[in-house]
């Protein structure tokens, strides 16, 4: 607060409060003009004044201190929670007031909240209404179900409990709900597949050569229709492994010749090995059983060292002895 009072000589200035002098914490800037409260919490609403005297004389002045905080207020009530039954509830209604006026809530953030207290509201017994469970799972996933629910005419009492009432009870209030009603009506749709492609691949393995067919979801009239419609169904495969003609085949071979020898280290004897077709029966180009492994044309036979023994030779018997050295 100032006192703005200037005189010659100096006056000196003495602050008062309702008359009296100043009990309040404070503290006096400019020479005693001005007049600064500590805590102004610990000003109560009233009449200050400064003195100022001098040889010349003295004068009052008068100021009247004022204060207004923003202060919480919860003077009113939110709506109610519910209009019947033992659940009802409502709340305080948290305001931030100053000198009476509603301001923003923000203004009040620095003060401490009030504890706010719930009130119990409108415990007391329902009206009879429907009371209605959920629906059923419908009977048809396709082409026009049904599904059901329960409809039953309850009062909820004030003390939380439902009481079966009439149905009459209930239909002077409201219209019956309904218990049955169509459901899935979308057209039933199938997967539906294309005759297999033909049959391709390398006989380097039965297993890799494939074929392809294609898929469409329709309803049983032929209408196609979404592939969405035939989702929850299993989905046929659009490819899949195959035999082709070609790999139909396999390795034959002939018996044995007879060794060229019956004994020492030249012996050897061969067979005919051809790839066959299996269906036809007759010898196709090698490279088609090359996914096979191909079996031996010939092989070692007969080694064992000659000790009097009998060597062909040429087709020519031979008698011969063992070697001495």
């Not at 004389?57 to 009247?64: D, N, P, Q, V």
């Not at 329960?150 to 009062?155: F, G, H, L, N």
């Not at 492994?241 to 071979?253: A, E, K, L, Q, Y």
């Amino acid at each position: 607060l100032g006192c703005a009072v200037y005189g010659h000589p100096t006056p000196n200035i003495t602050w008062l409060y309702s008359g009296e002098p100043l009990s309040l914490q404070h503290r006096l800037l400019a020479g005693g003009r001005i007049l600064q409260i500590l805590n102004i919490s610990d000003a109560p609403d009233g009449g200050f004044s400064c003195l100022a005297q001098n040889e010349a004389g003295s004068l009052t002045l008068k100021t009247t201190l004022a204060i207004q905080e923003y202060q919480w207020s919860v003077d009113k009530l939110m709506a109610c929670s519910a209009s019947c039954g033992n659940k009802g509830m409502q709340l305080p209604e948290l305001r931030c007031l100053l000198d009476g006026a509603e301001v923003n809530i923000s203004h009040c953030k620095e003060k401490p909240k009030p504890a706010l207290q719930p009130i119990a509201c409108n415990r007391r017994d329902c009206p009879s209404r429907w009371m209605v469970t959920s629906w059923s799972p419908c009977t048809r996933s396709c082409g026009g179900g049904i599904q059901t629910r329960r409809v039953t005419c309850q009062r909820l009492t004030a003390r939380g409990s439902s009481v079966p009432m009439s149905n009459e009870a209930c239909a002077q209030v409201s219209k019956c709900p309904v218990d049955t009603q169509n459901c899935n009506r979308q057209p039933c749709a199938e997967w539906v597949a294309s005759s297999w492609g033909q049959c391709n691949g390398p006989c380097i393995g039965p297993q890799l050569a494939l074929q392809h067919r294609q898929i469409f979801c329709q309803t049983k009239d032929g209408t196609s229709v979404s592939s969405d419609q035939c989702s929850a169904l299993p989905r046929p495969l659009t490819t899949q492994n195959c035999w082709t003609d070609i790999c139909g085949v396999h390795w034959r071979v002939s018996l044995w010749t007879v060794c060229t020898a019956t004994c020492g280290n030249y012996g050897f004897q061969s067979r005919r090995v051809d790839c066959m077709h299996v269906r036809t029966n007759k010898p196709v180009l090698e490279h088609h059983c090359s996914w096979r492994p191909r079996p031996a044309n010939w092989q070692r036979c007969n080694i064992m060292p000659c000790e009097n023994g009998m060597l062909l030779r040429g087709g020519e018997a031979v008698w011969c002895k063992g070697r001495k050295k």
